[in-house]
C-alpha cells in the first residue's frame, strides 16, 4: 500500500522560505513520479511541481518558477519541496501524491495521473 507523510509546513513571514518533506512508503520512485499540489481556501487544487526519478525529470507551475525547487533523496524515501520567496498567494494546504508510471519528458503532469495522496500540511504566510 503506498502511504505518503507530509511535513514541514508552518507559519512564516512574506519573503522567508520553508522545507516540505514527503516521507513516501509501498512505492519506488523508478515507478511513480511525485508531485506537490496546493489547496487554498475556496480554491481548486492546484498543481505545484513534479519529480520522475525514472527520466530524471521535473516540472513546475508558472506560478512557483524559479521559487520552488522539487528533489528527492532515495535513500530516504522522500521528495522535498523548497519553497522561497513565499508570498500571501501562496498559503494553502500542501500536498504530495504518486502517479505510477509517470514520466515528465513524455507529457505535462495531470491531476488524474495521481491516485495516492497525503493528507497534506498548512503553510500560512503572513506580511
Known amino acids: 500500500e503506498v502511504q505518503l507523510v507530509e511535513s514541514g509546513g508552518g507559519l512564516v513571514q512574506a519573503g522567508g522560505s520553508l522545507r516540505l518533506s514527503c516521507a513516501a512508503s509501498?512505492?519506488?520512485?523508478?515507478?511513480?513520479?511525485i508531485g506537490w499540489f496546493r489547496q487554498a481556501p475556496g480554491k481548486e487544487r492546484e498543481g505545484l511541481s513534479c519529480?520522475?526519478?525514472?527520466?530524471?525529470?521535473?516540472y513546475y507551475a508558472h506560478s512557483v518558477k524559479g521559487r520552488f525547487t522539487i528533489s528527492s533523496d532515495n535513500a530516504k524515501s522522500t521528495v522535498y519541496l523548497q519553497m522561497n520567496r513565499l508570498q500571501s498567494g501562496d498559503t494553502g494546504v500542501y500536498y504530495c501524491a504518486a502517479a505510477l508510471g509517470l514520466r515528465l519528458g513524455d507529457r505535462y503532469p495531470n491531476l488524474a495521473d495521481f491516485g495516492s495522496w497525503g493528507r497534506g500540511t498548512q503553510v500560512t504566510v503572513f506580511s
Open positions: 509501498g512505492l519506488s520512485f523508478d515507478d511513480y513520479a
Open positions: 519529480i520522475s526519478k525514472s527520466d530524471g525529470n521535473t
